[in-house]
């Protein structure tokens, strides 16, 4: 323990001068006075009355246009993928994926020197069939080794982890076509699998990827993906910011409209590095939830569910009162962090 | 044959060594722009920019919280974000987010804190460097007001003025005293302000590590501390110089002991009012009273060297004001600004003094000892000072 200075000595003693020859002195009405006996002091935490203060959130706009990507569109923003027909009847859908060094503005002032998928943070969300053919047409114009990490079946050489093969680390300037069918049938996600791993994954290389099955679901009058993420801008490997699609507060400032009776079904991932799990919570509402949605019954009716990093599941509800509702993440740090948004339902 | 010598080394100032001064000037500053033109061969460019934001204060009222903020990094930097206590809030900066180099500015954010909580806040540059400032215990500051001024007066008396004067109450009694003692005293004043001394030097090397690194805390504690020593021992040779007299030198050198015994008080004024800010408050009315008694010692300090003249009432007060009452002054400027560079300036300029008034104390008492070698005594007569000092101090803490 540091011993005491004189100069320690002075604050203690000047002060227990304004705890008791100063008490006249000392302004009675100061709600914040502090009286001699310890033990007052703790009595006194008293919330402030009155205006509370602002909410967590941020002031201003980040600029989409140089992003090159706004939440609000990435949202139901679905790549389908360049649609032909193989020889063999089977649906081919190709895609053209390249890796970019990218400053992404994520809080109004604030760059972040991000690894971008197609210049995007999160990386174009694939949406396929079960069943069809997939082929993505990677290149690297990064100055880092990056890869393509898909989850679902494929084979080996197709998994994008390195020490399978070419696919599995390309060089800056390289490129390379992970080819595969699209199964099974659920939500999934991809992200570069180049080491360090955390580092990569990190600095936004990951994006949904949607297997419909092939009778398709039950149709609701919106869909829309929202891919978890965090942001670690000074590179101590924790995470700073919190987000969905890519952007802290967007849809706190830029609510989801939508209306009283519309079936809404959300494809919610969860890529959040460095923490151990993110939350999803509705306000005002339960939603039907699909883990994986590799089924095609809801395991749980509720309005919180857990994710885990790389979990992934469906969500489907509909509002029966119009308002505006709140939904975030209930690890409610990260929520004052970025990760809040609101629906705004419309009559 | 002198003269002729005399003649050419005879100096004027003339227009041909003004260009051999500026010569190496001029080559210096062409030296520089080619450096920053070409980088000399070095490559200098840091990847990451270098910055810093030094959170110098933060005032709290109520649902808000103000930082006073300087930029001490080589270039401007902009702030962009601020984080309390895991989260982010908006926020507004006077008079500009962009602040320049060695520039200030002040943040503020509606925030509802509680009373008696702590506070984590961490500023984001728009390079995504972050810079932390910790609340320890919120509570309102207080603000200048008849009220807070009236306190922190109060408090300065109680720690300076009044213990000096109480010192200086006991000249009657100690006038009675024979030579070798009165040596004594000068020798227990002369230890007393060596403890002093090395405490006001402690804590302004405490202090200096507050301040932003541009400023160069340690640097300015030398320039206080030498100059004031330098200025004082000018100022004690030309009086004497001057009047010559044994008794208005050493009426001097009582003055000169109460200027150092004021800036000593001022800083400590200034740390206890920066300290009431901070809300680094304990209490406990034992440790006024030990406190008083720790200072009281001051006031016999600065009627030592004047015990065998007769020195005005008027004279006395004013001596005792000057040790005291700066004290009063320190609480103001460290209760409405603190400052961290004030405060390593004042403490450096105090230290400065003490040790200059050791000096003209050991001057004195080495009068005395031409006269009749009393080696014991300035020996056990310093020891005593220290040790009171020491020993009060550790029955206090």
Wanted: hydrophobic share 45%; with cysteine; glycine share 10%.
């Amino acid at each position: 323990m540091k011993p005491l200075s004189r100069r320690d000595f002075l604050k203690v003693g000047g002060l227990a001068f304004l705890g008791t020859a100063g008490a006249t002195a000392l302004t009675q009405n100061n709600q914040n006075h502090r009286t001699e006996e310890p033990h007052k002091v703790h009595s006194s935490h008293v919330m402030q009355q009155g205006d509370h203060g602002d909410l967590p959130g941020t002031v201003g706009e980040v600029d989409h246009e140089k992003n090159g990507f706004d939440p609000t569109e990435i949202l139901t923003d679905f790549d389908y993928g360049e649609v032909s027909t193989l020889p063999n009847g089977q649906t081919l859908r190709e895609y053209r994926i390249v890796a970019l060094n990218k400053n992404i503005e994520v809080l109004p002032g604030i760059e972040f020197p991000a690894w971008t998928y197609n210049g995007r943070i999160p990386g174009p969300t694939i949406r396929a069939t079960e069943g069809d053919r997939i082929r993505i047409q990677f290149s690297n114009g990064s100055n880092h080794p990056h890869s393509i990490h898909f989850h679902g079946f494929h084979p080996g050489e197709m998994d994008g982890v390195p020490g399978t093969g070419p696919g599995g680390l390309v060089e800056p300037g390289g490129s390379f076509t992970y080819e595969f069918d699209a199964e099974p049938f659920g939500l999934h996600l991809y992200h570069c699998h180049v080491f360090p791993l955390a580092r990569h994954i990190a600095k936004g290389l990951y994006g949904a990827f949607i297997v419909d099955p092939k009778e398709g679901r039950p149709a609701v009058d919106r869909e829309m993906v929202m891919v978890m993420n965090g942001i670690d801008i000074d590179f101590d490997d924790a995470n700073d910011f919190y987000a969905v699609n890519g952007i802290p507060f967007h849809y706190q400032n830029h609510p989801i409209q939508i209306r009283v009776g519309e079936t809404i079904r959300i494809y919610l991932v969860n890529i959040l590095e460095f923490d151990l799990l993110n939350s999803f919570h509705l306000h005002a509402n339960f939603f039907h939830y699909y883990p994986t949605g590799t089924s095609l019954v809801p395991s749980e009716f509720t309005d919180t569910i857990i994710q885990g990093q790389a979990q992934r599941g469906i969500l489907e509800f509909s509002y029966k009162y119009p308002g505006m509702y709140m939904f975030h993440a209930h690890v409610t740090e990260f929520a004052e962090l970025g990760w809040n948004g609101m629906f705004e339902v419309m009559a | 044959m002198t003269q002729q010598i005399s003649q050419p080394t005879t100096k004027r100032f003339t227009f041909r060594t003004l260009i051999l001064l500026l010569i190496p000037i001029v080559l210096l500053a062409g030296v520089i722009a080619l450096f920053l033109s070409t980088g000399g061969g070095l490559d200098l460019d840091s990847p990451a920019p270098v910055e810093n934001l030094a959170v110098e204060n933060y005032v709290l009222e109520r649902n808000e919280i103000h930082l006073h903020v300087r930029n001490t990094g080589p270039e401007e930097l902009t702030v962009a974000t601020v984080i309390i206590n895991e989260a982010i809030m908006p926020f507004t900066v006077t008079p500009d987010p962009t602040i320049p180099r060695l520039g200030s500015a002040e943040i503020h954010i509606n925030y509802a804190w509680s009373e008696g909580e702590a506070y984590g806040i961490t500023v984001f540059t728009s390079n995504a460097i972050p810079f932390a400032v910790d609340i320890p215990v919120a509570f309102e500051t207080p603000q200048p007001s008849a009220r807070t001024f009236w306190a922190f007066t109060l408090i300065g008396l109680y720690v300076g003025v009044i213990p000096v004067f109480l010192g200086i109450f006991w000249f009657p009694a100690l006038r009675q005293l024979g030579r070798r003692t009165m040596t004594f005293l000068m020798a227990a004043t002369a230890g007393l302000l060596i403890f002093l001394g090395l405490d006001t030097l402690a804590e302004a090397l405490e202090v200096a590590a507050e301040v932003p690194s541009a400023f160069q805390g340690i640097g300015l504690i030398g320039i206080g501390a030498v100059a004031t020593f330098l200025l004082l021992d000018a100022i004690s040779r030309r009086q004497t110089a001057i009047t010559g007299s044994e008794t208005d030198r050493r009426l001097a050198v009582a003055m000169m002991i109460a200027i150092g015994i004021g800036f000593h008080n001022l800083g400590e004024g200034l740390a206890i009012g920066a300290a009431y800010n901070v809300g680094e408050i304990a209490l406990g009315t034992f440790l006024v009273v030990g406190f008083i008694i720790q200072n009281i010692t001051e006031g016999l300090g600065i009627i030592a060297p004047v015990l065998r003249d007769r020195p005005s009432l008027g004279r006395l007060a004013l001596m005792g004001l000057i040790g005291g009452a700066p004290a009063i002054l320190g609480a103001w400027i460290g209760g409405y600004t603190p400052s961290p560079f004030l405060a390593v300036l004042f403490l450096a300029i105090g230290t400065g003094a003490i040790f200059e008034v050791v000096y003209e104390i050991a001057k004195l008492i080495q009068k005395d000892t031409a006269r009749e070698a009393m080696p014991m005594t300035v020996f056990s007569g310093v020891l005593t000072g220290m040790l009171l000092l020491w020993v009060t101090g550790l029955l206090i803490k």
